[in-house]
């Protein structure tokens, strides 16, 4: 297995977790506080996401990489993209932004399932991307659901 394809994949997935932390940064204090609900799930994603960096940090340093500690340009582009979309919203802030964490925490999923489907992970990768994996999709299922009941409302 070639070293630096798994530091490059372990780099994309650093990258997409530091978009998820500036993107749930950047809509704390909009909506949460008013839906407890959603707040608490917002917090287990923030605190999920910093074990995550933590986790993708070391990975590629055990690989004698070093860490990239900044987000994509991908993601600076979709956050400049909402900022906008949300300044000339007229509906609903709540929808929308619900909207967006799903539309992140998908492009998330298919950036891990990309990763452990290029087969240029160790097996102490592939073990610890599949269980941040199965986080990811166990918040995009929450908010999912949350999203659906707040248009119910």
Do not use: C
């Not at 979309?85 to 964490?101: A, I, R």
């Amino acid at each position: 297995m070639d070293n630096r394809q798994e530091i490059s994949v372990l780099y994309d997935l650093l990258h997409i977790t530091n978009d998820r932390i500036e993107g749930f940064e950047k809509v704390e204090g909009k909506v949460w506080e008013m839906y407890p609900d959603v707040k608490d799930e917002y917090d287990h994603m923030i605190s999920q996401s910093k074990i995550m960096k933590n986790e993708l940090v070391n990975l590629i340093t055990e690989k004698k990489g070093v860490p990239e500690d900044s987000p994509s340009i991908a993601g600076a582009v979709h956050r400049t993209w909402i900022d906008i979309k949300n300044s000339f919203t007229m509906g609903n802030l709540v929808e929308s932004t619900l909207e967006n964490v799903v539309f992140g925490e998908k492009a998330a999923i298919e950036t891990y399932q990309n990763a452990l489907g290029g087969g240029n992970l160790s097996e102490k990768s592939n073990k610890i991307v599949s269980e941040q994996l199965r986080n990811l999709k166990s918040s995009y299922s929450q908010f999912k659901k949350i999203e659906e009941y707040k248009k119910k409302e």
